[in-house]
């Protein structure tokens, strides 16, 4: 090493060293203040600066040999400061804007985005628990600059924060010092043991989640192939049966053991009293979810987020309210509503608004992803339509179907014009056998399917039943939507005040009118 060299690794190590003796003194001056004293270091730490010993540490040491009482006094003051620097850090995240995102990993944080999306404020909540060396700081600016709600961001720190110190609080008062030896030899141990459970723990969801889409995508297969299996099965043991004498035990699924039976009529009556027995539907929340060319950018700004909320009321016959939000912030992405054959679409970020009759059908070359989903396509399967019983021109067939997990009774229902031989098959239902639970409707349209919509975990509300799992496939539309409804959010038969329906043109909105314009109100061309 040459002469100037050493100078300047002098240099470094007597700053270095500057750093870690006034860090020190901070720390010995801060432990003494008690509780005080643990706030400012937990905001400082949380904040723009890093304790080296880590407020885990700290805590273990103020509360080893003292009561519950205490112990608890400590840790809520530390949990108070780290949300006190967090809450800094969100704001600069927050109010810095892009000048903060330049200076980051654009990568990371488009990355972190997503799982916010996906995730919610459990990609906040994660990395407030895990100790070092799981990277927090950057979540708490990419939450500031994703716009995450401060009360909700609030809420996950104090939860993250208050499961992290109390831990270390509780093994304090109960193992004194043994803990603190323990956590000063292994801390970075136990947070490389901490990511790595809940990495294997994400894995495992995202498995099920993948399994569990990939059954549904591929139920049907499986229930026309599970005939010809069968079949084949019947023939290979009738050939080998005067070889083979062990014989074998086959496992019945549960469904199909307790299937139930009912008449036609029983069902066209579970179907019209609960199913469709209520005039209107308002949810406060829901998750949607795309796929199709929504998914590509028609109201998911770069196909950023597969997810989004949005609020939606309903109302027989034909009026529907629909406001997708987006997920980070929760601004607009689109409004949309329909009533008496007009429907409404305004798109805050394009600032266009597009309007027109319900029954226009658009030429190939006119369509727009933008007006692929339309709001009342989605009424039939939020709103399930009530069954014709005796209704001159209507008839209704039933028979049975089934795959490898359950039974099913299918509903048609066909419409015969007078003096018409053949009849038009206008929808089938899918009703589950053994709890007699409505898990599938298609709709037709000149001989093709023109929408399919599936059904999951039926929640009873007020008597009647609503699915809070329901998935829209719009496959002449090139789109689908999946609905999740939280039960405490449904409100029947609410009271529904006038323009529910209705989405104003906003001043200086560019006007589309799809189609002719015969029909459309004036104000609104």
Known sequence: MSEGEQVVYLTASGILGTLKALFRWLTDFALGLGGPGLFLLAMADSSFLSVPEGNDILIVVKSTGQGWA????FVLMTVAGSTVGCSMLYSVGRWGGNAVRSRLNAQRVEEIGRIYARRGLWTI??????????PFKIFVLSAGIFRVPFPRFVVAILAGRSIRYFMWGVLAVLYGEAVHKFLVNNIQTVGIIAIGAVGALMVIMMYRHFRRRRVRL???????????????????????????????????????????????????????????????????????????????GAYIQQD?????????????????????????????????????????????????????????????????????????HLLPGLLVEPLPWAKPNFFLTLREDGDARFKYYVISLVRAEPGRAVGELLRELWIERSRLELVRQRYYRNGRVEAEVRYREAADVEGKLISTWIDVARPLDGYSMTFELKQRDIRINASLREGTFDVPRPPGAELIVVGSDSGVPPQQR
């Not at 909540?125 to 799981?134: D, I, N, S």
């Not at 597969?306 to 009321?313: D, E, H, P, Y």
Request: net charge positive.
């Open 125 to 134: 909540v994660v990395p407030a628990v895990l100790p070092p060396p799981m």
């Open 304 to 376: 950023k987020y597969r997810r989004a909320n949005g609020v939606l009321i309903a109302r027989r016959p034909d009026a529907i309210y629909f406001n997708i939000k987006n997920p980070i912030g929760g601004a607009s992405l689109a409004a949309m509503a329909s009533q008496a054959g007009l429907f409404q679409i305004y798109i805050p970020r394009e600032k266009k608004y597009f309007t027109g009759r319900t029954g226009i059908v658009l030429e190939e070359e006119e369509k727009d992803p933008r007006l692929s989903v339309r709001p009342h």
């Open 70 to 73: 205490l112990m608890s006094y």
């Open 218 to 296: 591929l139920g049907e297969k499986v229930g026309k192939a599970s005939t010809g299996v069968a079949l084949l099965l019947a023939l290979s043991l009738v050939s080998v049966q005067c070889k083979v004498k062990q014989t074998r035990s086959v496992a019945i699924p549960s469904a199909h053991l307790e299937a139930r039976s009912a008449s036609l009529q029983e069902l066209v009556e579970l179907v019209n009293r609960r199913y469709a027995g209520f005039e209107s539907l308002a949810l406060a929340s829901l998750e949607v979810e795309f796929t199709g060319e929504v998914k590509e």
